[in-house]
């Protein structure tokens, strides 16, 4: 396999900004921003490119509504949790731990202690990141709403922001195509078009750590899911295995699992926790984090087998599922396994309408499903037939998973600024 790793990025951003729609394309708007004062300043194409690398990802460690709700209020103070998250998830990421010392401190203020730590990018980023809920993307009057935004700006100068940074804002400000392109929503492109620099990856594990990422933040939008994408993908690869697949194919299944549920970012945390049954609207709302998913894990080159089988972990053999209606012909040995993977992951896992099942309580509804034709009796009997291993490696897993949730949600405190 042969990914670009801007694609990736780009396409992990894109999955940022499902996080409560809200926001709209805050990664890309914070990142159109740096990018304009940066082009005023005297850098090398690769610090600019680094800068807006840490922008498009600058937020990772945000996972719920209600702290964007707060963050979106341009005098908001003190939030540097979710900073903190953010450096603790990119710390331990081959290349992207370039970044995370950027996200640490993406929210100092200049006036603070230790500002003299606080490397330009944080300071661009921070910046930025304020100026995008301050700046109207299509204002009546453009010389009006810049004079209010500088006056803004300039009395934070010296005290949230670095004031050495004034004069390039001023310039970029001062640019008709700045207003231009920000208001015809142009400015996507243009943050993406000023990547001078790529790298195709082929090693496995430095996507697979990459991807583990999207896992993350898709678990951790809430604490019923924060162990499921680690879990139907390590129980995905283990069935792969069992079931004597080719060394690609686990590879891929393992992926896949990490990534299935990326569009779950976009559906409302209420509603996944919702403990009482569904109307068919809710339904329906839940239903389309597949469609999501498929879009997310389409913009990246070379996953267009992994994208097949993340996307038809709902369908059934029988025709029942979603969101194609995918009959056994129509599916692949990977498919059906993720689609079981997916179940028993589910099954064993805690929900807010009910707790974790049992072993026994487990086999019983996988052996009903395979007797109704809705899964692959073949891969449910290699399932079944390896039940205890099965059921400890996902118990494992979801320890381990909920250990380092809990580390990232109480333990932030920790990191020193
Ligand atoms: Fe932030
Ligand atoms: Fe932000
Ligand atoms: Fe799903």
Redesign the pocket.
């Known amino acids: 396999m042969l990914v670009s790793r801007n694609q990736l990025l780009f396409a992990f951003s894109e999955s940022l900004d499902y996080v409560e729609s809200i926001v709209g394309s805050?990664?890309y708007d914070?990142a159109y921003i740096a990018l304009s004062i940066l082009n005023e300043m005297d850098l090398s194409d690769e610090s600019v490119q680094e800068i807006v690398t840490a922008a498009v990802i600058?937020?990772v460690g945000?996972f719920s509504k209600n702290l964007y709700g707060q963050?979106k209020n341009y005098d908001f103070e003190d939030e540097s949790r979710h900073a903190k998250i953010g450096y603790s998830l990119l710390n331990k990421i081959h290349y992207y731990s370039n970044f995370a010392e950027t996200i640490l401190y993406?929210h100092h203020r200049y006036d603070q202690n230790l500002f003299a730590c606080v490397p330009l990018s944080s300071q661009i980023v921070f910046l930025s990141?304020r100026l995008?809920f301050l700046i109207d993307k299509s204002p009546a009057d453009i010389a009006l709403h810049k004079k209010y935004i500088l006056d803004k700006v300039s009395d934070d100068m010296g005290k949230r922001f670095n004031p050495a940074l004034f004069p390039f804002l001023e310039r970029a400000l001062e640019k008709n195509s700045f207003w231009a392109n920000y208001k015809n929503g142009i400015s996507k492109d243009i943050v993406k078009a000023s990547f001078k620099y790529d790298r195709k990856i082929t090693d496995h594990e430095e996507i697979k750590n990459f991807l583990i990422l999207f896992g993350k933040i898709t678990d951790y939008k809430s604490s019923f899911t924060a162990a499921h994408s680690t879990g139907v993908s390590r129980i995905a690869r283990e069935i792969g295995k069992l079931y004597g697949l080719a060394h690609t194919t686990i590879s891929d299944l393992e992926i896949a699992g990490l990534v299935h549920d990326i569009g779950k970012l976009a559906v409302d945390k209420d509603l996944l926790e919702k403990n009482s049954s569904l109307t068919d609207e809710e339904f329906e709302t839940i239903k389309s984090h597949i469609l999501y998913s498929h879009k997310i894990l389409s913009m990246i080159g070379g996953f267009e087998h992994i994208a097949q089988i993340a996307c038809s972990h709902h369908e059934r053999m029988d025709g029942s599922g979603y969101p194609n209606r995918k009959t056994e012909r129509n599916l692949s040995t990977e498919e059906k396994i993720l689609m079981i993977a997916d179940i028993f992951t589910a099954l064993s896992e805690n929900r807010p309408y009910r707790p974790a099942m049992r072993k026994d309580a487990v086999i019983k509804i996988l052996k009903n499903m395979a007797l109704q034709k809705k899964i692959c009796g073949k891969i449910n009997t290699t399932v079944i037939k390896h039940m205890d291993h099965l059921y400890s490696l996902n118990t494992e897993t979801q320890k381990q998973a909920y250990k380092e949730y809990g580390y990232l949600n109480f333990n932030t405190r920790k990191l020193a600024l």
Do not use: A, E, K
Request: aromatic letters at 0%; a negative charge.
């Open positions: 805050h990664h914070t600058h937020d945000v963050l993406h990141d995008t």
